[in-house]
């Protein structure tokens, strides 16, 4: 533990003084002019394995991307690594694999920028880390959550801002999983709002923050307004973020069916405008790798050492459109995960040596989300409503869950976000209408810095047993806000000798809610 204690200093004093340390980044070349390049919006790292992991960086004007590679803080023996250019096609955003990397390592990195009209003036640069993935057993941390910014809660620096990633950095998780919702596109905000106590909750505030984002630099705004905020970006500096992500990073509950004629807030009412414009802002402000196969795709796993394989799903961008989700058939129309996906999933599954396969999922499987909340009408999430055999998105899940438990894989958890609150379910077959399936655990936490909300109501098709809920009470009502507490995260600890994994349900103040303890089946 010294070792992290030690990096933690190391890395608060360099993100924060953009620290200068003797290499060719730091060389005389170094224009001390007045104006020269920033490096606007901190350091971020993400989708590491055992070999290689993704940088980002944002600088403010046309440059190139000078970065060095070394294993100790101090860069005494760094790799440098070929320029790349930061041009505005990109808002001026750069992103790069690390590769050849030694495993199980602690890996620095330095990032400047040299302003391509004058290769003199060099930025400060910027330190971040992060450590690979283990090629034999150890103990492996992270941590997982969603919802960012939404519901008009934004950056109260009065209050310590998104203070839940910095409640997250003390554990110093190994990585962290945005299990979607990273940005409320569709979520303008005001400058203040008064709240129940009198008090005033007051929010910085962007253009690009004070209505819904339409255009391709508005959704690069939404990415950029989170990255103001102090505690994420020192957070990012030292934890990879492995991205996924849900609706609200086009609009709300959106599908390709998604219907904007009435919505006065959006002039421009083509969904699939919108939505290939937050695509591309997705991926050139986060870390997330590039798949050359699928320019865009989400939906990937991650191999995090023998003990862990991670599964991202992506439960938007192959839906049919929302509605009862009643089929009886698995029509195009019932799809929610869409049938390459599906496949994709089960083969990995299959393929997967890993004692644990962690399946983050966008959404709850059991919990009911309506797509119109105020008539309780039409399915938004898996779940129909209906307590009997599944039906519409739930066919899928059915298939998968059957094939689970025929190829006799074990050691499955479900990780989720989306509704808003903390909850601990296991999906029990003797309780369902659909029992041909291995029993499971699903954990859902958030929010992270936005709205508290539910709890949502059962669907009991696939037997879901609540063990645990934090929510809000009826006298609290809904919409809380982040200074209210209720924002939660998730810890996961794998034990290198015992292969246990336990869950661990915490607040933004740090109280450990609910633990879950799981041995793994063994075979052989």
């Not at 991307?65 to 750069?94: K, N, W």
Request: hydrophobic share 35%; net charge negative; proline share 6%.
């Amino acid at each position: 533990m010294s070792s992290r204690v030690s990096r933690r200093n190391f890395l608060k004093s360099s993100v924060a003084t953009g620290l200068a340390l003797t290499s060719p980044l730091a060389m005389p070349g170094i224009s001390r002019a007045a104006s020269r390049p920033e490096i606007t919006h901190g350091l971020q790292s993400g989708d590491v394995d055992a070999q290689s992991g993704m940088i980002w960086a944002r600088t403010d004007r046309p440059a190139k991307m000078l970065v060095e590679v070394d294993t100790t803080g101090s860069f005494e023996t760094p790799r440098r690594l070929a320029p790349i250019d930061a041009l505005p096609e990109s808002d001026f955003a750069a992103k790069r694999l690390l590769e050849n990397l030694p495993s199980d390592q602690e890996i620095f990195y330095r990032v400047a920028f040299a302003d391509l009209n004058d290769v003199n003036a060099i930025s400060e640069p910027m330190t971040g880390r992060f450590r690979t993935a283990p090629s034999s057993r150890r103990d492996v941390r992270f941590a997982w959550s969603g919802d960012t910014a939404g519901q008009g809660w934004g950056i109260d620096t009065d209050r310590g801002g998104m203070k839940t990633y910095a409640t997250m950095a003390k554990h110093q998780p190994d990585f962290f999983i945005h299990s979607g919702d990273t940005i409320y596109a569709d979520g303008p905000m005001k400058e203040s709002v008064e709240l129940k106590d009198g008090t005033i909750w007051k929010n910085i505030l962007t253009e690009e923050k004070s209505k819904v984002a339409e255009t391709l630099d508005e959704y690069r705004g939404q990415w950029k307004y989170n990255l103001l905020d102090e505690n994420l970006r020192a957070f990012n500096a030292e934890v990879p973020t492995f991205f996924q992500w849900d609706d609200h990073e086009v609009v709300n509950n959106w599908s390709s069916a998604k219907d904007l004629v009435s919505d006065d807030r959006y002039s421009e009412k083509n969904i699939h405008l919108l939505a290939a414009r937050a695509g591309r802002a997705f991926h050139e402000l986060t870390p997330i790798r590039y798949t050359p196969s699928e320019p865009g795709r989400v939906y990937r796993k991650i191999s995090y050492g023998p003990l862990l394989d991670v599964f991202f799903l992506d439960l938007r961008s192959y839906r049919g459109p929302n509605g009862a989700s009643m089929e009886e058939t698995l029509t195009p129309d019932a799809r929610i995960l869409g049938a390459e996906q599906l496949a994709w999933l089960k083969r990995e599954l299959l393929n997967s040596d890993a004692t644990w396969k962690v399946i983050a999922c966008d959404m709850p499987i059991g919990l009911i989300v309506w797509d119109n909340w105020k008539e309780q009408a039409g399915a938004e999430a898996i779940a129909n409503g209906d307590h009997g055999a599944p039906k519409g998105r739930e066919l899928e899940f059915a298939d998968l869950l059957r094939f689970i438990k025929t190829a006799d894989i074990d050691n499955i958890v479900w990780l989720t976000a989306d509704v808003h609150y903390t909850a601990a379910h296991y999906y029990n077959p003797d309780k369902a209408q659909f029992q041909d399936f291995k029993p499971f655990w699903e954990f859902v936490s958030g929010p992270i810095h936005a709205g508290t909300f539910g709890p949502n109501d059962l669907d009991r098709t696939f037997g879901p047993e609540v063990k645990y809920v934090k929510a809000p009470t009826a006298e609290q009502g809904a919409n809380l806000p982040p200074s209210m507490g209720l924002q939660f995260f998730g810890l996961v600890d794998i034990d290198g000798q015992s292969e246990q994994l336990t869950v661990r349900l915490m607040d933004r103040d740090d109280q450990e809610l609910h633990k879950v303890t799981l041995d793994p089946v063994r075979r052989g």
